[in-house]
């Protein structure tokens, strides 16, 4: 039997894309999926579609519908004890984690930044317009 769906893999809270699967059967997807704990299915149509951007429409229409937010950005900064941002990930803090470091979502925030709780993040001396 042909495949007439593919899935979406995302975060449950933050509806963050964690990735795509492709069976080789509709029967097979639940399992090729391998949904991990905080992680939620969600189906949609394999096509056609004319174009990336109307298969991106199709993605996000269908995390949206089934989570009830728009995919959300999976950009984080990994930041360490003292308040340093020591790399960039693609990650979800309420499910993922880097040992000894705390995951904080930011679109912008990179090395050499400095975080705190009631501050957020600050950008480095000489850095007023910095690049993601």
Same mark, same amino acid.
């Given at each position: 039997? =042909?495949?007439?769906?593919?899935?979406?893999? *995302?975060?449950?809270?933050?509806? +963050?894309?964690?990735? $795509?699967? $492709?069976? %080789?059967?509709? &029967? +097979?997807?639940?399992? =090729?999926?391998?949904?991990?704990?905080?992680?939620?299915?969600?189906? *949609?149509?394999?096509?056609? $579609?004319?174009?990336?951007? &109307?298969?991106?429409?199709?993605?996000?229409?269908?995390?949206?519908?089934?989570?009830?937010?728009?995919?959300?950005? #999976?950009? *984080?900064?990994?930041?360490?004890?003292?308040?340093?941002?020591?790399?960039?990930?693609?990650?979800? #803090?309420?499910? %993922?984690?880097?040992?000894?470091?705390?995951?904080?979502?930011?679109?912008?925030?990179?090395?050499?930044?400095?975080?705190?709780?009631?501050?957020?993040?600050? &950008?480095?001396?000489?850095?007023?317009?910095?690049? #993601?």
């Amino acid at each position: 039997m =042909a495949i007439t769906h593919f899935g979406i893999v *995302c975060s449950t809270v933050n509806a +963050q894309i964690r990735r $795509y699967v $492709y069976p %080789d059967t509709d &029967a +097979q997807m639940n399992t =090729a999926a391998n949904v991990g704990v905080g992680e939620t299915l969600v189906l *949609c149509g394999i096509g056609p $579609y004319p174009n990336t951007a &109307a298969w991106f429409a199709a993605v996000n229409a269908a995390v949206t519908t089934a989570l009830g937010k728009a995919p959300g950005n #999976p950009r *984080c900064a990994v930041i360490d004890g003292t308040g340093n941002v020591v790399d960039v990930i693609m990650a979800d #803090p309420t499910i %993922d984690s880097v040992p000894g470091m705390m995951l904080v979502l930011d679109a912008n925030a990179g090395p050499g930044w400095t975080w705190t709780i009631d501050g957020g993040f600050v &950008a480095p001396p000489g850095n007023p317009n910095p690049k #993601p």
